[in-house]
């Protein structure tokens, strides 16, 4: 092959023309469709549809349209574990970004070498399994486990503290769950922050506060709203944190799609939740980033 | 507000922590320097890069903090008062305009600190905006400005604040020629309006001659000469400077007599120099003569009664329009840059000197050289 036509050939893999272009382009992106119909758009289509049939008598599926399932949504009972999940979910996000964001800045700000190996050590307790991980700190917060032992042991407390089985272990649990999915973001924009729009602030009679809410604030706050997303989301649609380290009577949204679907065998209502909760985490999401492309 | 010179550096020395914080790599950036900046002086701190101008800038702006000495604005020591509590503003190499706010808002940002009342604030910020003529340009964000506006709007957004003290790190560094010139002559008249001390950062020599009232000329963290351009240029005190500030020709001699203020150098078997100089010589000392390319003239005969008159062969020519610049060659040793204004339109200084190559002579009045200890 000439030079001249090794030329062509990539000139035709770069710009093809005419019905060639179609079919590599298709070729190109098949892998990727087929994963997207099979394992994302029929599913969810099944679920959808699952969502307006109705449960027969021994779990089964009664091919019978109705919107039932979405008036029960409504019942008291479920629209309070709705609120809930969402305050939790919203609790959490407001905490990892309140602890996350200085660890951020401080990553950021160390020389770049030291940055790496602290992202590193970030990132390595999340190469062991969730579920494992989850379960540690059901050995921390349970009322023979390490704290309470620990306050105990040093006669600080007499009884132990309530800490397994409430809301606060299911936050304690999400946020530390989700944590560098908060640092990662927020230390992306921090890094790319140019301080001499600090320095500047600071010139121009800003104190630390100021020049904080009014320059680095807005500067990273396209790392905050990605944190905050990458948090909130999973943390309103979470099932094992809740599972292992709620009580009783804490609940979240996931908690209650899986017994629909495990346990009680009501296919088409667990559906139906599932189907409300990504509505509202749509909304949530569109909400959100209105509001941060405003402020930006 | 006018107790004594704007800006006294006194004494200030500089170090920063070095390699993994151990003692004994500590770098020295700034070294024992003093300075005394007047009220509504344009001063420039002219130096390569690492010699420690932006240093000894930062620390009079309060971003550092000097490690031992003391900087006085006013004549009120500055301790450890950080930058936003200092009457000085600066504008940074990098504009560093606020990315997220309006033009109007980046200007008002020091005012609005201040607690300026909101009337007042908007009036003070067109005057800034009318200043620099950039009137209509509030409601803009700084991306969709020029650098040659954004570097502009810096320079309202400090002055805004009536500083006592403007600071300028290479504010003109990222422009390209022409516009540079323009904005230098620009900042010069400015200054002169406003009548606030400019105390200015460059590495750029002609930037500093062009604009400065005076210039200290840094080096290793220390202040090696400080002076008005012409001093700065005409008479430099040491070879750094001498060489630092436009082109020279730097030879190297050894002090053979001297007669009242006629020092004569020995520079090889079949040369010396005689050089003017205030100062006393012993015989025997070794001494380097500097003299600028434009001050020595190329004649076809010897000049009677000067004895800075060598013959001389032209190496190399070079024809750059205004001027034709020359290597001559004195002796084995000794090659002098040599620059001719190029005068007579008509005539090519090519052929003109190629005639006469090969019986030129060099020659420099005794007061255009100086005579510098090593």
Known sequence: MTVGQAQQEKRGLLRPVGWRSGIQTLILIAPSLFWLVVFFAVPLIIVFVYSFLRRGPYGQIVWEFNLGNYARFFDPLY???????????????????????????????????????????????????????TYAWVLILRDSGLI???????????????????????????????????????????????FSLVEAAQDLYANELSAFLRVIIPLTLPGIVAGSMLVFIPALGAYVTPDLLGGAKSMMIGNVIQSQFLSVRDYPFGAAFSFVLMAAMLVATLVYFRVSRRTS | MTDGPAVEVRQVTKQFPGFARQPGSEVVAVDDVSLEICDGEFFSLLGPSGCGKTTTLRMIAGFEHPTTGEIYIHGKPMGLTPAHLRNTNMVFQSYALFPHMSIADNVAFGLKMRKVPRDETRRRVQDALDMVRLSNYGQRKPSQLSGGQQQRIALARALVNRPEVLLLDEPLGALDLKLRKEMQIELKTLQREVGITFVYVTHDQEEALTMSDRIAVMHGGRVLQVGPPIEIYERPNCRFVADFIGDTNLVDGVVQSQSGQEVTVHVDDEISFVVESDETFTTGTEVTVAVRPEKIRLLPVPTQGEPNSFPAKIDQMVYVGTDSRFKVRLSERVVLSVRQQNV??????????????????????RDAARILRN
């Open chain 1, 79 to 133: 629209l309070n574990i709705f609120v809930r999940s969402f305050k939790i979910a919203g609790i959490t996000t407001v905490v990892s970004f309140l602890v996350g964001y200085p660890v951020a800045y401080w990553i950021a700000t160390r020389p770049v070498k030291t940055r790496t190996t602290l992202l590193l050590l970030l990132i390595i307790p999340f190469w062991t399994n969730f579920l494992v991980r």
């Open chain 1, 148 to 194: 309470n032992n620990a306050l105990i042991g040093l006669g600080i407390i007499q009884q132990p503290l309530p800490l397994f089985g409430t809301d606060l272990a299911i936050i304690i649990g999400l946020v530390y769950g989700w944590f560098p999915d908060m640092v990662l973001p927020c230390y992306a924009s921090i890094e790319r922050l140019d």
């Open chain 2, 344 to 365: 007579i339109s008509t005539s090519d200084p090519t052929a003109y000197y190629d005639a006469g190559a090969e019986s030129i002579w060099a020659v420099w009045l």
